[in-house]
């Protein structure tokens, strides 16, 4: 398994990192979607397993969890996914779930199961650093990577905080607000990159919001390790919900459009 | 932040990371204000002359007749608004006003809770917006009424099933993208630090008064206080005046909807895991894999899958004890304070009442017991009708 730091400093560019809700919109087509983003240039992979209350995540991405619940998704068929994902290319997954599913599985547990399937890092999205000290021990016990998001709120002291805690990548949310796709990027964005890096070595990726190739040149010009693209991938599923087919080639042609002006 | 908000193990501020600092700028306010004086003296001037406090302790003989003992009840119904939330809404909005904010939010299932802000927020003049599930409009379209005469937005929430669970989750959106100039006034004693502590502190008052009442009135403490427990603020907000009198019993009534077994209620301490939503760790209704499951009640107000962690502490450590109220006892208990006293008990109040009906010959006739009558049932006659029609 390749780690984060090997992967961000063997890339001359940012990395592309699509984000897809797990068994959206069933195991089997969000299984084939996947495999279509790697074959079309996903550098690293963000999956999230549904959840019924999603308090981080826009409309677009709460429909997908509904849609992926509705289709039977749960913890386990997640850890099976993530399995043969991995026996499809062994790339780096960064999961992203809702601190109660965690801890319905066993927070030990969980983390050793994902692990041992395959999973770099975790970012649970309702645990900031204050509460984290109950999942930091058998988070890096299992072999995991924390990763911890820095907003335009967050003052500096605080992100040197978030940075020490941090042995994955810091999730730079682009704008003050949930996930979900917007017109233009935060012009807040490139501050917060250029901040961030003079504070910590660790890899700064940013998400939240990033709808467009521009966006993703945009915040790779301002010095950021990757691009995390989630609720425009996760639209393109939920507008061709009637043919697979139409998914895959709208996701493809998305992924290839953007890496092509990353590099 | 300056605190842990832990309630044992339960509690804490499980939120993402951009709300950090709306929590903490609410925490500071809060500890900053509390106690000073001139903030204690204004919101004391709004509880007697807005929400008309004190409330009465009233002792209600010919429903203690009924159940063999004495039954006082602590009238919230009597409130400005008809519920207890006002006692609430009224601090945290004065809290946003010391605070510089001119907007506030405000989450509600049954409406009680959204009338309250939006009451405050046309007595502050404060722009204000209203988060409710699109079911729970449907179900309680007087009290949408009213709170668009006081000036309130109502935002209709269409995610999940359209109840208080997505009326929270979208109210937190909806912050997590304005904290710069809103205040979120949270209804209950649940959601993140500093919440519980915030609201439990605005109710404490009707445990304060009741326990000088019960010193004038019956001249000692009482046997026994009980009330409905929904997120438990109104519980928590008669219980602190007590907490430290370990003889007076403490008895939290949460809705046992059609009965726990069939899975259709709310009983989130009695039948509940421990697990994390809405930013705290409490008991929890969830599936075995840790999805939230719905609620069912007859009343709108007790209507959610979490509850306040506080509560979870006092059940573990028995200080409190816990039981459920089913649907059809609730509304005997609506019914039978109706025709005994001619006041209508709001059903969530009713969950109180019922379990001290079922008590009837297991108290010595001499006991005293506080039953927190949270709100009164105006607002219940359509529902309460709907179950039970009226013979000509």
Redesign the interface.
């Known amino acids: 398994m390749k780690a984060y730091k090997e992967l961000f400093s063997e890339l001359d560019r940012a990395a592309l990192i699509p984000f897809f809700v797990i068994g959206d919109p069933d195991y089997d087509t969000s299984l084939d979607i996947v495999k279509t983003a790697i074959d079309a240039g996903a550098d690293v992979l963000e999956l999230g397993i549904p ?9 677009t991405i ?1 429909k997908a969890d ?1 849609r992926a ?1 509705k289709a039977g998704m ?3 068929r997640a850890l099976e996914f993530i399995k043969e994902i991995k026996q499809y290319k062994d790339i780096p997954i960064g999961l992203l779930l ?8 066993g927070t030990e547990k969980f983390f050793a199961d994902f692990h041992a399937a395959g999973v770099n890092s975790i970012l649970i ?4 650093i ?2 984290a000290d109950e999942v930091l021990a058998p988070a890096q016990a299992a072999g995991l990577d924390t990763v ?4 335009p ?3 500096d002291q ?1 992100m040197k905080l ?1 940075a020490s805690k941090t042995t994955g990548f810091i999730y730079t ?1 682009s ?4 996930t979900g796709s917007r017109e233009s990027l935060s012009d807040e964005v490139e501050g917060l990159v250029g901040k961030l890096k003079k504070l910590t070595d660790v890899p700064v990726c940013v998400g939240f919001g990033i709808s467009k190739p521009e966006h993703a040149v945009a915040v790779a010009k301002a010095g950021a390790d990757g691009v995390i693209i989630g609720s425009k991938i996760v639209s393109l599923i939920e507008a061709n919900l009637d043919s697979k087919e139409n998914i895959l080639s709208a996701i493809s042609q998305f992924i290839k459009d953007v890496k092509s002006k990353l590099i | 932040m300056r605190q842990k908000g832990r309630f044992g193990q339960y509690g804490g501020f499980y939120v993402p990371e951009v709300l950090i600092p709306a929590l903490e700028e609410l925490e500071a306010a809060f500890y900053d204000h509390y106690q000073d004086e001139k903030f204690v003296k204004e919101l004391n001037w709004f509880y007697k002359h807005y929400a008309g406090r004190p409330t009465p302790l009233y002792l209600a003989k010919r429903f203690s007749e009924q159940v063999g003992f004495n039954v006082y009840l602590k009238r919230e119904d009597l409130v400005h608004g008809g519920a207890h939330k006002l006692n609430n809404t009224l601090g945290q909005a004065l809290l946003a006003k010391y605070m510089g904010k001119s907007k506030i939010i405000a989450e509600t299932g049954a409406g009680q809770h959204g009338l309250a802000t939006a009451m405050v927020g046309a007595l502050f003049g404060m722009e204000t917006k209203i988060f409710m599930g699109v079911i729970d409009i449907e179900r309680q379209s007087v009290n949408v009424h009213k709170m668009k005469l006081c000036g309130a937005k109502v935002i209709s929430v269409e995610g999940g099933t359209g109840t208080l669970k997505d009326a929270i989750n979208d109210a937190l959106r909806y912050w997590t993208a304005n904290v710069t100039d809103t205040f979120y006034i949270f209804g209950s004693t649940c959601g993140p630090h500093p919440y519980p502590t915030v609201v439990k502190h605005f109710q404490s008052v009707i445990g304060t008064e009741a326990k000088q009442q019960c010193a004038e009135q019956i001249g000692k403490l009482p046997d026994m206080i009980v009330a409905c427990v929904g997120g438990g603020s109104n519980a928590l907000g008669i219980f602190t005046g007590f907490i430290d009198d370990k003889n007076v019993k403490l008895i939290g009534v949460e809705a046992g909807g059609e009965g726990v077994s069939t899975g259709k209620h709310a009983a989130t301490i009695v039948a509940g895991k421990v697990g994390i939503l809405h930013g705290a760790k409490s008991y929890l209704l969830q599936d075995e894999n840790g999805q939230v499951l719905e609620t069912e009640s007859v009343s709108a107000g007790l209507d959610y899958s979490a509850v306040g962690p506080e509560h979870c502490q006092l059940k573990d450590s028995g200080r409190a004890q816990y039981y459920e109220a089913e649907d059809e006892d609730v509304l005997d208990a609506f019914e039978l304070l109706s025709k005994k006293e001619g006041i209508l008990p709001a059903l969530e109040s009713s969950h109180a009442l019922a379990w001290v009906m079922k008590q009837k010959g297991k108290l010595s006739s001499d006991a005293n017991v506080i039953v927190n009558l949270s709100g009164r049932g105006d607002k219940d006659v359509s529902i309460v009708e709907k179950y039970r029609p009226l013979m000509q």
């Open positions: 959840f019924s209350d999603p308090i981080a995540d826009g409309p709460q509904i619940l749960n913890v386990h809702y601190y109660n599913l965690i801890y319905q599985y999205a309702d645990m900031s204050d509460d911890f998001m820095v907003t709120n967050t003052e605080r978030i949310v704008v003050l607000g949930v």
